[in-house]
């Protein structure tokens, strides 16, 4: 599975931001997807996760409960990370991922990893 992730860059705090995540390979639509950020100096953590499209569900760190959305269009093979009301503290690289088998927030269960893309909250 190849991922490609897109959609960052430098927004005010308050602001919208959407990433997207284009999968593509064998049985992408078998994984589950997340996505993972890291800010400078921080470890990488957990963000959202969809399931596979057979599955169905989805998972959100309490951090980003209630301004991020996570989602999957199955036609595209992409996954969409809507990010609503950020701020300072958003601003990391943002990272998807994807597994075989159900959601997931450990980092170390997903195998398939897509470039970073950055995302900075201006204050």
């Not at 927004?11 to 990433?19: D, M, Y």
């Not at 589950?32 to 950020?37: E, G, H, L, V």
């Not at 269009?73 to 943002?94: I, S």
Request: proline share 2%.
């Amino acid at each position: 599975v190849q991922l490609q992730a897109y959609g960052g860059g430098l927004v005010q705090a308050g602001g919208s931001l959407t990433l997207s995540c284009a999968a593509s390979g064998r049985s992408s639509s078998s994984h589950a997807m997340a996505w993972f950020r890291q800010a400078p100096k921080k470890a990488r953590e957990f963000v959202a996760a969809v399931a596979a499209v057979s599955r169905g569900g989805t998972a959100i760190a309490g951090s980003v409960k209630g301004r991020f959305t996570i989602s999957r269009n199955n036609a595209k093979n992409t996954v969409t990370l809507q990010m609503n009301n950020l701020g300072p503290g958003d601003t990391a690289v943002y990272y998807c991922a994807a597994r075989l088998g159900i959601i997931s927030s450990t980092l170390s269960e997903y195998i398939y990893w897509g470039q970073g893309t950055l995302v900075t909250v201006s204050s």
